[in-house]
């Protein structure tokens, strides 16, 4: 009876031993004599000590901060690019199996993959399409990890840096296209202006009476300010008129 009891205690014991938790949010990769025998779902599991042993593999996604790398742009520009990676786990053997470290293999590859992106594009071309470059990226380092079992779903370039000569080259270009654009706006303003004054006064000497009314209107208008002196000045069409009627005067008096 007493043997009885030592051997079940000691089975009791070894089913302890034996029992590993996975958790909601991991797979246990499995080796039974050092061969994969297959995965673990979460919850308790059994494995045989000494015959067996298994690899938690974390299934959430992940973000891997990749270092600022120096790079040479097309137009032999040097810089500082920085990148972050996220990234989840897909297929937990293949990440076991096929790659020793994946969470080092990824940033490595990422690293290289950046420089080489960075290097096809001229300066301009990176400043302005960072999102379109990420995703090349992406892409890239997505298909090349795929036989490692892992999935990229995004990649961000954090941060671009520049020589300090190169920053105060790009501060005088964008103030000289900034001064370039004000002196456009100010002459477009200005033709808009000397067209709007050319057809009032196509319509003021089209229409009878018409530059009298605009004159008493600024007179009007000026007469408001009592400190305002205001000078009156024969407008032209009576010069004109009593300049002919003096003409016509004179060769009446020659004939007579």
């Keep these: 009876m007493q043997i009885i009891f030592i051997v079940l205690g000691v089975a009791v014991l070894i089913v302890l031993i034996s029992i590993r938790q996975i958790n909601q949010y991991q797979r246990g990769v499995r080796f039974t004599l050092g061969r994969y025998t297959g995965i673990m779902q979460p919850g308790w599991r059994i494995v045989v000590p000494i015959f067996q042993s298994y690899r ?8 891997v901060d990749v270092p600022d790398q120096k790079a040479i742009t097309r137009d032999n ?14 297929s937990a053997d293949k990440a076991i199996l096929e790659v020793e470290d994946f969470f080092y293999a990824i940033s490595q590859y990422a690293q290289t993959t950046m420089r080489n992106i960075v290097g096809e594009v001229s300066l301009d071309e990176l400043l302005a399409n960072r999102e379109k470059l990420a995703e090349r990226i992406r892409e890239i380092v997505d298909k090349e990890t795929d036989a490692w079992g892992l999935k990229v779903g995004n990649v961000e370039l954090k941060d671009i840096s520049l020589p300090g000569e190169m920053e105060r080259t790009i501060a005088k270009q964008a103030e000289a296209e900034r001064e370039k654009r004000a002196v456009i706006i100010n002459s477009e303003g200005e033709l808009a202006a000397a067209q709007n004054m050319a057809s009032a006064a196509q319509i003021l000497s089209a229409t009878p009476g018409a530059l009298h009314l605009r004159t008493l209107q600024s007179i009007n208008d000026v007469s408001s300010d009592s400190s305002n002196t205001i000078i009156f000045t024969v407008p032209l069409e009576i010069i004109k008129a009593f300049t002919g009627f003096m003409q016509s005067k004179g060769k009446t008096d020659e004939i007579r």
């Design 77 to 90: 520009v040097s810089v500082l690019v920085n990148a972050v990676i996220y990234y989840r786990v897909e």
């Design 56 to 63: 938690k593999v974390d299934m959430r996604v992940k973000a």
